[in-house]
């Protein structure tokens, strides 16, 4: 791999890379760990799903969850997709965090099926709970006010955050051990682009 053989804008590298993934079957190639931490730097990694790339890497969450409140408090994370084919490869990026807009997450809250609809507004995620019964039980509670999912309101709480890049790093194995990275960084206005040692 070489700087020459890569887009000139790392969102659009990482969007061909994504669909390189998928059209050779890596299951679930939007898995994303996301890593944030507290406002007093204690590091916290979890995976999300990656649900866009529009200016930044999208995922959707309870806002008020761990995650969420580590992102309010402290509004920079990293993020990392990882696939092992077509050929393996990782994608590394690190930058603020902003908060999607309230359309951008009743778009995507739309889209969801029913029964995660119902879920994700039953439950307040991170939150401790009594028992598994006590979180079938809101559930229940949610499927009799809205029949079927239908009409359920997404929550105030619900929502999504962006990842803006301001570091991406593309990673690709080599079999003799001489991987080939390249990092995009921000600068001058635009991105420059360099090779670094595996």
């Known amino acids: 791999m070489d700087v020459t053989d890569l887009d000139a804008d790392p969102l659009r590298q990482l969007a061909a890379w994504l669909d390189a993934a998928r059209a050779a079957g890596q ?11 507290t406002s007093d730097a204690v590091p916290s990694a979890r995976l999300v799903v990656l649900r866009g790339l529009g200016r930044g890497l999208v995922f959707f969450t309870d806002c008020q969850s761990d995650k969420g409140a580590e992102l309010a408090a402290n509004p920079r994370a990293g993020a990392v997709l990882h696939w092992l084919v077509p050929v393996y490869r990782q994608v590394r990026v690190a930058g603020p965090v902003e908060r999607v807009s309230q359309d951008e997450a009743d778009e995507y809250w739309s889209t969801r099926a029913p029964a995660g609809r119902l879920n994700a507004a039953a439950w307040h995620q991170s939150r401790v709970v009594a028992s598994r019964a006590v979180l079938d039980m809101q559930v229940r509670d949610r499927l009799r006010r809205y029949p079927g999912g239908a009409g359920l309101p997404r929550p105030r709480r619900w929502g999504g955050f962006r990842v803006l890049p301001a570091r991406v790093e593309f990673w690709q194995e080599s079999p003799d051990g001489l991987h080939d990275r390249i990092r995009y960084r921000q600068g001058g206005g635009g991105w420059i682009i360099e090779r670094l040692s595996p």
């Open 27 to 37: 299951p679930m190639p939007e898995a994303m760990t996301m890593a944030s931490a």
